[in-house]
């Protein structure tokens, strides 16, 4: 089993930052790979990053490119996601997933789900 907890969401403006944090227990982090998803009002789950068990490789949804970063530290058993240049459509409930073995970032794909935290990107 995997606990996942996550924080750091908040108000920001647009064009501030935010950290996500994802902090993981319960198995050998390293051994997972890690997504976030968000979901806004009225819509799916959607994806947004992905990292490899080893932090070796990275994948972005389209619309954060350039403006978003994942990254992990495992000695401290923490996923993390920087958010730069927000704007009012990134506003969503922030996921981070556990997927033990790698097979891509469909939701589906992934085995355990934290609660969430807020984001909202004020205009």
């Known amino acids: 089993q995997v606990q996942l907890v996550e924080s750091g969401g908040g108000l920001v403006q647009a064009g501030g930052s935010l950290r996500l944090s994802c902090a993981a227990s319960?198995?050998?982090?390293?051994?997972?790979?890690m997504g976030w998803f968000r979901q806004a009002p009225g819509k799916e789950r959607a994806f947004v990053a992905h990292i490899m068990k080893n932090g070796e490789r990275t994948y972005y949804a389209d619309s954060v490119k350039g403006r978003f970063t994942i990254s992990r530290d495992n000695a401290k058993n923490t996923v993390y996601l920087q958010m730069n240049s927000l704007k009012p459509e990134d506003t969503a409930v922030y996921y981070c997933a556990a997927q033990i073995t790698s097979r891509g970032w469909g939701s589906s794909f992934y085995d355990y789900w934290g609660q969430g935290t807020q984001v909202t990107v004020s205009s």
């Open positions: 319960g198995r050998t982090f390293s051994s997972y790979d």
